[in-house]
């Protein structure tokens, strides 16, 4: 709920990403990475988990079945592994932006992306479920 004075009890929080329409959806991606503000996060690899919404239009791919008309699974996986296992950044917040930037690069066609990362050693240290962010990304005009 958005904590708005003249909002009455129906108001509901609209956020300004409002992707809709077809997706690529990507769950439970795990890699291996040297991310992290803290000393030992810098030296030692902890595992990441990833997952990822690409949308775009998948209109034509189902009309004609073809691969070359949609993004590939693979290939999105391998361009995610490639950013979280590749150089070391201080914020998860700077991981999952190259992630999406990445993303935006390599596949013309995708229009919006959320990327959610969990850091699972950093959540059995605080007695959490999930300790992570998420972060939703809208290609450059």
């Not at 990441?48 to 919404?53: H, L, P, S, T, W």
């Not at 775009?56 to 693979?74: M, Q, W």
Request: aromatic fraction near 8%.
């Amino acid at each position: 709920m958005e904590n708005n004075a003249s909002c009455s009890s129906s108001c509901v929080f609209q956020p300004r990403f409002k992707p809709f329409g077809d997706r690529i959806v990507l769950r439970g991606l795990r890699f291996l990475g040297v991310h992290g503000v803290n000393d030992d996060e810098k030296k030692a690899v902890q595992p990441f988990i990833v997952d990822v919404d690409a949308w775009l239009n998948t209109e034509k791919a189902g009309e004609t079945d073809n691969l070359n008309d949609t993004v590939s699974y693979t290939d999105l996986h391998r361009a995610i592994k490639v950013v979280v296992e590749g150089p070391h950044f201080d914020l998860l917040e700077a991981l999952a932006n190259s992630i999406a930037t990445t993303i935006f690069q390599r596949f013309r066609t995708i229009t919006d992306v959320r990327v959610r990362i969990d850091m699972p050693k950093v959540a059995a240290k605080k007695d959490a479920d999930y300790v992570g962010l998420e972060i939703f990304r809208s290609a450059p005009s």
